[in-house]
Protein backbone atom coordinates (compact mmCIF):
# COMPACT_ATOMS: atom_id res chain seq x y z
CA UNK A 1 0.00 0.00 0.00
CA UNK A 2 1.34 3.16 -0.91
CA UNK A 3 -0.66 6.32 0.55
CA UNK A 4 -0.39 9.88 -1.20
CA UNK A 5 -1.79 12.85 0.12
CA UNK A 6 -1.90 15.69 -2.43
CA UNK A 7 -1.77 19.44 -1.03
CA UNK A 8 -4.20 22.09 -3.04
CA UNK A 9 -4.29 25.69 -2.75
CA UNK A 10 -6.90 26.76 -5.14
CA UNK A 11 -7.76 30.31 -6.25
CA UNK A 12 -10.80 31.63 -4.25
CA UNK A 13 -12.77 32.11 -7.93
CA UNK A 14 -12.28 28.66 -8.51
CA UNK A 15 -13.00 26.78 -5.42
CA UNK A 16 -16.71 25.34 -6.55
CA UNK A 17 -15.13 24.44 -10.30
CA UNK A 18 -12.29 22.42 -8.29
CA UNK A 19 -14.68 20.79 -5.98
CA UNK A 20 -16.71 19.66 -9.12
CA UNK A 21 -13.57 18.38 -11.05
CA UNK A 22 -12.19 16.89 -8.28
CA UNK A 23 -14.98 14.75 -7.38
CA UNK A 24 -15.84 13.38 -10.56
CA UNK A 25 -11.95 12.92 -10.85
CA UNK A 26 -11.96 10.72 -7.97
CA UNK A 27 -15.20 9.18 -8.64
CA UNK A 28 -13.56 7.23 -11.45
CA UNK A 29 -10.39 6.98 -10.06
CA UNK A 30 -12.44 4.57 -7.26
CA UNK A 31 -12.90 2.43 -10.47
CA UNK A 32 -8.88 1.60 -10.82
CA UNK A 33 -8.21 -1.73 -9.63
CA UNK A 34 -4.77 -0.33 -8.24
CA UNK A 35 -6.87 1.73 -6.04
CA UNK A 36 -8.24 0.87 -2.62
CA UNK A 37 -9.39 4.67 -2.09
CA UNK A 38 -9.45 8.17 -3.08
CA UNK A 39 -10.81 11.04 -0.67
CA UNK A 40 -10.98 14.72 -1.49
CA UNK A 41 -11.49 16.60 1.53
CA UNK A 42 -11.65 20.68 1.86
CA UNK A 43 -10.07 22.89 4.87
CA UNK A 44 -12.69 23.76 7.46
CA UNK A 45 -11.21 27.61 8.00
CA UNK A 46 -9.39 28.21 4.53
CA UNK A 47 -11.97 26.62 1.80
CA UNK A 48 -9.46 27.72 -0.89
CA UNK A 49 -6.86 24.44 0.29
CA UNK A 50 -7.63 20.71 -0.51
CA UNK A 51 -6.07 17.40 0.38
CA UNK A 52 -6.06 14.40 -1.88
CA UNK A 53 -5.88 11.26 0.12
CA UNK A 54 -4.75 8.43 -2.88
CA UNK A 55 -4.57 5.06 -1.32
CA UNK A 56 -2.95 2.72 -3.64
CA UNK A 57 -2.80 -1.19 -3.76
CA UNK A 58 0.46 -1.10 -5.29
CA UNK A 59 3.10 1.32 -6.15
CA UNK A 60 2.75 1.10 -9.70
CA UNK A 61 -0.74 1.95 -9.72
CA UNK A 62 0.27 5.24 -9.25
CA UNK A 63 1.58 5.95 -12.96
CA UNK A 64 -1.50 3.87 -14.21
CA UNK A 65 -3.48 6.78 -12.73
CA UNK A 66 -1.44 9.06 -14.27
CA UNK A 67 -2.20 6.99 -17.69
CA UNK A 68 -5.85 7.53 -17.04
CA UNK A 69 -8.37 10.25 -19.79
CA UNK A 70 -9.98 11.14 -16.08
CA UNK A 71 -6.50 11.91 -14.63
CA UNK A 72 -5.67 14.01 -18.10
CA UNK A 73 -9.52 15.72 -17.76
CA UNK A 74 -9.05 16.89 -14.37
CA UNK A 75 -5.34 17.87 -14.50
CA UNK A 76 -5.83 20.16 -17.71
CA UNK A 77 -9.44 21.43 -15.91
CA UNK A 78 -7.73 22.31 -12.73
CA UNK A 79 -4.67 23.93 -13.99
CA UNK A 80 -4.99 27.34 -14.22
CA UNK A 81 -7.11 27.18 -10.82
CA UNK A 82 -4.07 26.93 -8.51
CA UNK A 83 -3.20 28.99 -6.72
CA UNK A 84 0.69 27.48 -6.46
CA UNK A 85 1.81 24.54 -7.55
CA UNK A 86 0.28 21.50 -5.74
CA UNK A 87 2.57 19.59 -3.30
CA UNK A 88 2.44 15.92 -2.85
CA UNK A 89 3.85 13.48 0.42
CA UNK A 90 3.93 9.87 0.02
CA UNK A 91 3.54 7.79 3.11
CA UNK A 92 3.83 3.90 3.55
CA UNK A 93 0.82 2.27 5.34
CA UNK A 94 0.72 0.66 9.07
CA UNK A 95 -2.50 0.47 10.37
CA UNK A 96 -5.16 -0.50 9.70
CA UNK A 97 -4.24 -3.57 7.31
CA UNK A 98 -4.35 -3.15 4.12
CA UNK A 99 -8.03 -4.70 3.74
CA UNK A 100 -8.86 -1.81 6.39
CA UNK A 101 -8.78 1.05 3.41
CA UNK A 102 -11.08 -0.81 0.99
CA UNK A 103 -14.67 1.72 0.62
CA UNK A 104 -17.75 -0.78 1.88
CA UNK A 105 -19.41 -2.50 -1.22
CA UNK A 106 -21.35 -0.27 -3.56
CA UNK A 107 -19.78 3.48 -2.43
Known amino acids: MLIVQVFVH ?3 DCVEAFKAASLENARH ?14 QVDDPTRFVLVEV ?13 AHYARWRDAVADMMAE ?6 YANLFPADAGWDYPPGV
Open 85 to 90: PRSSVK
Open 56 to 68: YRRIEATAEHKET
Open 10 to 12: VKP
Open 29 to 42: SLREPGIARFDVIQ
